[in-house]
């Protein structure tokens, strides 16, 4: 039976579903931080098919199912949020939920005071260098998310990864100046880099194909390199 453990960030249930030993998180807890709703799909998007999943809870309604999401796509959505809420939401995550429930399988507030302390110590790279490790397997557009995010406390490239050989989806390089991933479309239009054609499929242009890669799907997905916009208006 799946342990399920009850945590509270700022008068907020969170709970934390322990499956095959690993933290799994329930979107609608973590929404509500966040000031968001979790049953809007595009809540979700970024996410892994395997950061994502369905668990069954017992409510006053009997058995429902209910959206729960990885540790590493906790931190997405997270890093993701514009909320001021984010960022704390995160260090509570990090330095008290998580470091106890790998030491004793569950959360109390036995230790909250030294996991405070530690959380005033550590700096903000450390604090985000300790992400990283845990999210190193996960897609490039997910540590260029936290480069950016880490831009705004340094003017210098804090990870130090070379992103230049990586290709981004529209949606992905919309999440990074706030637009969406149709707006996202537009603009890569209106600087010549792709059409559309007779079937209403996106294809580039001529000098948009030195900055894409195409995969033969029945959409003819594409993915682009950060060159096609200006750098600064990113970081």
């Known amino acids: 039976m799946n342990k399920i453990l009850t945590n509270t960030f700022e008068n907020t249930q969170i709970r934390v579903v322990m499956i095959n030993n690993e933290p ?4 609608k ?14 809540d979700f998007e970024g996410l892994d098919e395997d950061e994502r999943g369905v668990f069954k809870i017992h409510t006053s309604g009997g058995m429902q199912e209910t959206t729960i999401v990885s540790e590493s796509g906790l931190y ?4 993701k949020s514009r909320k001021p809420i984010a960022k704390p939401f ?3 995550v990090t330095k008290e939920v998580l470091p106890q429930i790998r030491k004793t399988g569950s959360y109390s507030l036995q230790d909250e005071v030294s996991e405070i302390e530690l959380s005033e110590i550590l700096s903000e790279t450390q604090t985000a260098l300790e992400i990283v490790d845990l999210i190193e397997k996960e897609k490039p557009f997910k540590l260029l998310l936290l480069e950016k995010i880490l831009k705004e406390k340094s003017p210098t490239k ?7 050989k990586s290709y981004f989806l529209p949606t992905e390089l919309g999440i990074l100046i706030g637009v969406s991933g149709a707006e996202m479309n537009l603009i890569l239009m209106k600087k010549s880099f792709q059409f559309r054609d007779e079937n209403g499929v996106w294809r580039p242009t001529s000098s948009g194909k030195e900055f894409c890669l195409e995969i033969g799907n029945q959409f003819n997905q594409i993915k682009w390199k950060l060159e096609v916009f200006a750098l600064d208006i990113i970081f």
Not at 29 to 42: A, E, M, P, R
Not at 76 to 79: Q, Y
Not at 158 to 164: K, Y
């Open 90 to 92: 995160q260090k509570w």
């Open 24 to 27: 799994w998180f329930i979107a």
């Open 158 to 164: 804090i990870l130090g990864i070379d992103f230049s």
């Open 29 to 42: 807890d973590v929404f509500k931080v966040l000031g968001k709703s979790s049953k809007s799909g595009k």
């Open 76 to 79: 997405f959505l997270v890093l």
